[in-house]
Nanobody, 130 residues
Framework: DIRLVESGGTSTQAGNSQTLTCTIS????????LGWFRQPPGKEREGVAA?????RTIYADSVKGRFTISRIGNTLTLQMNDLKAEDTAMYYC??????????????????????????WGRGTLVTVCA
């Protein structure tokens, strides 16, 4: 099975930057979608960003212009700039081999995509103090 392990989450102050990394193993597929999701304290899990095998990306409105998702080899990265208190959450990386990016764009990364990704990491905590 596809295995994903997140790392890089830490505690920081608003305005700072932070980089999350996801190491992906046992992923021989050439067509896929990789994503970052987060679950704020007391709230439901939501989509943050996704990238497919062609490099096409999608971002939640709340992180556009601040976060950047990218992949190099088996490493998925989420570069987070200008962090805000509301970014505090457990961040998860995930992968799916059946969902089309066009469908995510149509249905939404924020809520719909959460229930479509099959493989998930255990999460890494990001805490932002205002």
């Amino acid at each position: 099975d596809i295995r994903l392990v997140e790392s890089g989450g830490t505690s920081t102050q608003a305005g700072n930057s932070q980089t999350l990394t996801c190491t992906i193993s046992n992923h021989p597929y050439n067509r896929y979608v990789l994503g970052w999701f987060r679950q704020p304290p007391g709230k439901e899990r939501e989509g943050v960003a996704a990238i497919n095998n062609s490099g096409r990306t999608i971002y939640a409105d709340s992180v556009k212009g601040r976060f950047t998702i990218s992949r190099i080899g088996n490493t998925l990265t989420l570069q987070m700039n200008d962090l805000k208190a509301e970014d505090t959450a457990m961040y998860y990386c995930a992968a799916d081999t059946e969902t089309y990016m066009t469908t995510i764009e149509a249905r939404g990364i924020l809520h719909w995509a959460v229930n479509q990704f099959e493989y998930w990491g255990r999460g890494t905590l990001v805490t932002v103090c205002a």
